[in-house]
């Protein structure tokens, strides 16, 4: 951390607002294509009255706000005004059940809420003193005005009164093991996020980011940070089903996705194209490359899908192959593939878009270390990690000052890091040998356009089998299944031996989190999933 470092993550934003109040912050989608564009200043005046508003409240130095909506500004200013107001966020999916949104708002013990809808206000309602909406803060926005003109510099002494040690966020994670555990950040860890990604040079003022990724997560939290540091503008909008729309009127520079939304695209173009001349045509082209002027004619079509200025993409949250992410920066297109969890901040380790080296998730962030356990599971240490779980021991995954982080992986001779698996996901046949199955399912994922998750199994079994499931609006039919079982035998034909997947079956529902075998941050849910089809997986082995 430099000297001269924001003691908390509220300072941090004040200082960004004082430094560039007539630069756009933030646009957020208006009626016919056209957005709405929000000041550093207008929204600095949001959050000054929300967070007074809660001081008006009664809210106390490090007391916990939830906040239930999906990914829009007014998520991010009530974030903010927490932050200013000496609170502690605390994240809920806007997918979270019932059950899960009890079990998140007792644990932190949570005093008020931010709700984006009625759907969601009935499910924070019962466990805290009090619910705002998101769509409607005129009530508390104006106790905030009237706390302000009575004392003028409330929240600015309330903000410069927050240490970096003092609590700002509980993140929960996702829960594929067990229930979510609460994640204790405190403020100088997300300013250190901030500050180590200007560093590294890879983000300007003048980008424009595109913000549809869940605000719940780690990563949304991360990239807040580095807008806050760096001072570019971000257009907002969760609504998933309009990426493709969005992308044509916001024209963004750098974009963070999960890998799903790559490993469509590429099956997308590839289908589009299809085979014969015109489909060997282009696959010249990407071999190539973008730096070939002949080439690049024609892959320029596939960066115009983007808004025809993106710098670069930023994938998180799980596996990308190594194989979209090679022929994406053929494209034109680079993806700087990153690593971490919610114990770390979500961004710790990160590929340089100019320089990347797939099959990694890059090399640590400036002041973050990376080492290797005996038994190869991933260790971090640095300014980024929690503080500990809430409530429960953490001595176990902070043994010795390192994260121990449940993931094995080796660093390569450039220094980059290679993930390949769960520690706990790890499977061993009854023949003694051990497979990675994340590597396979997002193997698979990238050669099967037909396929939305996959579930690898054999633990203890004598060979390898798996469970697929299509994606939504495709029909089971017998042609189908002839083209899943041809990508079966692609994906074989890369594999070792006692890898390879002997058996497999189709599902007829499909793997959501609505189902519960999908976290909210859409992780497969691996031991549910094995319980709850365990004797389709049984009846795969007879």
């Known amino acids: ?6 003691s908390s993550f509220g300072a941090m934003f004040l200082a960004r607002a004082d430094r560039t109040p007539d ?25 000054r009255e929300i967070a007074a508003g809660l001081l008006a409240a009664g809210l106390r130095r490090e007391d916990r ?111 594929t093991t067990g229930l979510p555990k609460g994640v204790r950040i405190a403020h100088d860890a997300w300013v250190y996020q901030g500050l180590a990604i200007q560093a590294m040079g890879i983000v300007r003022p003048d980008d424009v980011g595109y913000l549809w990724l869940p605000l719940s997560h780690a990563f949304g939290k ?50 589009t194209i299809g085979g014969g001349l015109k489909g060997r045509l282009f696959a010249l082209a990407v071999k190539a490359g973008h730096h070939n002027p002949l080439a690049d004619v024609l892959l320029s079509k596939v960066r115009a899908r983007f808004g025809g200025r993106m710098r670069y993409f930023i994938s998180g949250a799980s596996a990308l192959d190594p194989g979209i992410a090679s022929w994406f920066g053929a494209v034109g297109l680079p993806i700087a593939e990153g690593y971490g969890l919610t114990e770390s901040c979500a961004t710790t380790i990160f590929n340089r878009p100019d320089d990347p080296e797939y099959g990694t998730v890059g090399r640590p962030l400036p002041g973050t270390e990376v080492r290797i356990a005996e038994d190869g599971e991933v260790l ?21 000052g390192w994260l121990h ?21 790890l499977i061993k046949t009854s023949n003694g040998k051990y497979v990675a199955p994340q590597a396979i399912e997002a193997r698979f994922k990238a050669l099967c356009p037909l396929a939305a998750q996959i579930l690898v199994h054999g633990d203890k079994r004598k060979y390898v089998t798996a469970l697929i499931d299509l994606d939504e609006g495709v029909a089971r039919t017998p042609e189908v299944e002839a083209e899943v079982a041809a990508c079966v035998d692609r994906l074989n034909a890369g594999l070792n031996p006692w890898e390879t997947i002997k058996r497999f079956a189709i599902l007829d529902e499909h793997l959501d989190v609505a189902s519960g075998l999908l976290t909210p941050s859409l992780k497969l849910r691996r031991r549910v999933a094995e319980e709850r089809y365990g004797s389709l997986l049984d009846g795969l082995y007879r």
Do not use: N
Request: hydrophobic residues 40%; glycine residues 10%; negative net charge.
């Open 222 to 271: 991360a990239l807040l940070s580095c807008q806050l540091s760096v001072g570019f503008e971000f257009a907002v909008d969760g609504d998933v089903s309009r990426i493709v729309e969005r992308l044509a009127e916001v024209r963004p520079t750098i974009m963070p996705a999960v890998p799903r939304i790559f490993e469509k695209v590429y099956a997308g173009v590839g289908a």
């Open 380 to 400: 971090l240490r640095g300014p980024g990690i929690m503080r500990g779980y809430h409530g429960l021991s953490s001595d176990e995954v902070l043994a010795g």
């Open 65 to 175: 706000v939830a906040i239930a909506s999906g990914t829009r500004v007014e998520w991010i200013e009530a974030d903010f005004a927490v932050m200013c107001a000496g609170g502690a966020t605390t994240t809920v999916y806007p997918s979270s059940s019932a059950e899960e949104v009890a079990h998140i708002l007792t644990d932190s013990g949570s005093r008020f809420a931010f709700a984006e809808d009625a759907a969601q206000q009935e499910k924070v309602a019962p466990h805290v003193e009090r619910v705002f909406r998101l769509d409607d803060l005129g009530e508390l926005r104006a106790s905030g005005r009237d706390a302000l003109e009575k004392e003028p510099d409330l929240v600015d002494r309330t903000t410069a009164a927050i240490g970096p040690d003092d609590l700002a966020t509980l993140i929960y994670t996702s829960g």
């Open 1 to 6: 951390m430099r000297r001269d470092s924001p």
């Open 405 to 425: 982080t449940g993931d094995i992986g080796e660093v390569t001779d450039r220094g980059s890091l290679r993930i390949t698996d769960r520690k706990k996901d």
């Open 23 to 47: 630069d756009v912050a933030y646009r957020k989608p208006g009626t016919g294509g056209a957005w709405t564009a929000q000041t550093w200043a207008e929204t600095a005046r949001a959050v």
